[in-house]
């Protein structure tokens, strides 16, 4: 009796069950009726497993390919493992596979053979490029294997459909596509396919956790819809407009990707005027994720405002793309960010990497560092042996000079750009020595006046005057004539030519140059972008960048987006010397020019009447006895008729040397004092010490 009934319950249990939808129940073959499966563990699996369940590859082929069977109610009516692999299911698929995941040689199939990503390529690798390697610093362009599709649009539609789906249900799991934000467009096909463009776009206000491919948009270059979603009563996404900025600014660009990331958000907020147009962040690992940076490379990452629609941040985002060519995103405050990429995979892998290098911009920021500057210890650096006169600068005022003995020559044609420096803790320079402190009319006919750290507090020019003309560099030369442009570059090429081979300003600008696109890039303004923010990170002094600094300045200076900074104590002290008839100069190592311009624009009005005369390196070396004796000379007057007065100690000896009388100013942030230059000189605090006649 017992038998009967097993025999008729087996044969219950093959009976097709009808069920919703008229399917058919499907028997895994091979297993014994009843059979309960333990929970998975990494140890519960017999050595057997393999034959037990019929996951043997070798055997399942052959059944399969020596089989002429029609389908039976035992053959899935639907291709089990889908989404498992990019391509058709191999013919040893079979009913018992539906065991993959949890079995271990489904596992060792799933793993060994088949991505996790819907995709219409075989494989991608974000090293690309003829001649690129993994050696490389730099990769800007990506690699794909052989597509996977058969030529069929409607399966490409529908695969690339489903992959938005999947990146969406990624982000949000990331928290960046959170309360139905954010979004990815996909484009597939072009001119190197040989047709048309069709663009794949995420809906608006869907929940991305949720989404599949029948709620995508699938459109054309002119953004026409060639085959709306499946699901009823959706829209576009609104950051569709921005997709398209970037498909049209950017023709290798294949996929846009808008986050809500709390780390961009953030990001947008570490300047707290909330004015300032640009992230920088160098000297970090992951600068090599975004493609066209190193770890030592310095990334600009566009800030745009934030508007009430998406369609209206496009003009902003458009001017900010072509304002920062190399950067493959831009910000947008209080929002998020764009992301693209030559490939679905590399805008993601950026993305990525992106979010990751903003999370730590505002990690440092808590711990009091800054991501955009170049750390002082702790990272590898290059340096030019072969020229330590030119490395020998002063300790916390002055950046190292890596420059060869051909760039003093040519630099020694015109006098150097000032000194971009970072302010120092000196507060134990503030008290004042015991030396008595010379004073002007009563010692002196001639106050001689150093600038940075003297007048005007050094970090302004690090702060303001260079930065400045990062910022401003693209929109300078897009007003300038081919002409004006084209000499422009000739004038840093020279600069480029003297710098040995070996100068790190030179090693970066021509790894950057590499980059450039003739077919896509205004080549004149790239070439000299690149060559002026490489001369400006080794802080070279150059002759042409020297000129092109000071061309901007000026014309910074007059339209007034620059004011020069000087100490409340200066105005008072010029008064002073103009009413007991003292001549006030200036000697500094920024060009007579650039003095000038300082001077005539400045946060208290122009001030340049007060002066008598203005010198630069062209009277040779601060730190030279020579130039202060040649001064005098100029000046018409004995070395011992002069004051001069400045925060750096070489300068301040050789001054001495030359027979001046010196005075060290101290002021909040320059380099700290030696012991010895305390006792020798007297300091002062504010030139106002200096005026007297008793």
Request: charged letters at 25%; a negative charge; proline letters at 5%.
């Amino acid at each position: 009796m017992a038998d009967a009934d097993d025999d008729a319950g087996e044969q219950q249990q093959q009976q097709p069950s009808p069920n919703k939808g008229g399917k058919k129940r499907v028997r895994i073959a091979e297993l014994p009726p009843k059979q309960s499966f333990a929970a998975f563990s990494p140890d519960n699996y017999p050595n057997d497993e393999d034959a037990t369940y019929l996951h043997h590859d070798d055997d399942i082929a052959d059944d399969a390919a020596g089989s002429t069977a029609p389908a039976t109610n035992e053959t899935a009516t639907s291709g089990p493992g889908a989404g498992w692999t990019n391509g058709q299911l191999p013919l040893q698929f079979t009913p018992a596979i539906t065991l993959h995941p949890y079995t271990r040689s489904g596992r060792l199939a799933l793993y060994n053979h088949h991505r996790r990503w819907i995709n219409f390529q075989s494989s991608w690798s974000r090293i690309g490029g003829e001649n690129a390697t993994e050696m490389d610093a730099v990769h800007s362009t990506s690699s794909s294997g052989a597509s996977v599709m058969t030529g069929c649009l409607v399966e490409e539609g529908k695969t690339v459909r489903a992959l938005v789906a999947q990146l969406c249900e990624c982000f949000y799991k990331a928290g960046w596509a959170t309360g139905t934000g954010g979004g990815v467009s996909i484009r597939v096909g072009g001119p190197n396919e040989n047709r048309p463009y069709r663009i794949f776009v995420a809906p608006s206000g869907v929940q991305k956790e949720d989404m599949v491919g029948d709620d995508v948009f699938e459109l054309d270059m002119e953004r026409n819809v060639v085959a709306p979603p499946k699901t009823p009563n959706l829209r576009q996404s609104a950051c569709t407009p921005l997709w398209y900025v970037v498909y049209q600014r950017n023709p290798s660009a294949m996929c846009v990707i808008h986050t809500h990331s709390m780390h961009a958000q953030m990001a947008t907020l570490l300047d707290p005027s909330e004015q300032c147009s640009v992230l920088r962040i160098t000297h970090l690992e992951m600068l090599k994720g975004v493609g066209n940076h190193s770890y030592d490379s310095i990334l600009e990452i566009p800030i745009i405002d934030n508007r009430p629609t998406e369609d209206l941040l496009a003009e902003q985002l458009d001017d900010a793309i072509a304002k920062y060519p190399k950067c493959n995103a831009v910000l947008v405050r209080r929002h998020g960010v764009y992301v693209w990429g030559d490939s679905w995979e590399q805008a993601k892998a950026q993305c990525e990497s992106f979010d990751y290098l903003f999370e730590s911009a505002v990690k440092m920021r808590s711990m009091g560092l800054d991501c955009g500057l170049v750390p002082k210890s702790g990272t590898y650096r290059e340096e030019d042996e072969q020229d330590e006169e030119m490395k020998e600068v002063e300790e916390g005022k002055k950046q190292k000079v890596l420059t060869s003995a051909t760039t003093t020559a040519a630099a020694s044609l015109a006098p150097p750009a000032f000194n971009a420096s970072g302010a120092t803790d000196n507060k134990a320079d503030l008290q004042c020595s015991g030396t008595i402190i010379p004073l002007v009319p009563r010692d002196a006919k001639i106050l001689l006046l150093d600038i940075e750290g003297t007048t005007t507090s050094i970090s302004f020019v690090k702060d303001e005057l260079f930065p400045y003309i990062l910022e401003v560099l693209f929109d300078y030369l897009a007003a300038l004539s081919d002409d004006q442009t084209e000499s422009i570059l000739e004038q840093l090429t020279d600069d480029m030519t003297a710098l040995n081979d070996n100068h790190p300003a030179k090693q970066e600008y021509e790894r950057n140059a590499r980059h450039i696109q003739p077919e896509y890039d205004d080549t004149v303004s790239r070439h000299v972008e690149e060559m002026v923010k490489a001369l400006m990170k080794y802080d070279v002094k150059a002759t042409g960048l020297k000129a092109l600094q000071g061309d901007m300045w000026e014309a910074g200076y007059v339209s007034g987006e620059l004011k020069g900074h000087i100490y409340s104590d200066v105005i008072p002290m010029l008064n002073w010397c103009k009413e007991n008839d003292t001549k006030v100069c200036i000697y500094s190592s920024g060009s007579i020019a650039a003095q000038k311009l300082l001077f005539g624009c400045t946060t208290s009005g122009d001030i340049l009447s007060y002066f008598s005369g203005h010198f630069d390196t062209t009277s040779g070396s601060k730190r030279e006895s020579e130039s202060y004796a040649t001064i005098a000379k100029e000046l018409g007057v004995e070395t011992e008729d002069v004051i001069f007065v400045s925060d750096l100690e070489a300068e301040i000896e050789a001054a001495d040397q030359a027979g001046m009388k010196v005075v060290v100013a101290v002021r909040p942030g320059n380099a700290t004092l030696n012991q010895t230059t305390k006792e020798k000189y007297p300091v002062v605090r504010s030139l106002l010490q200096l005026c007297g006649t008793d």
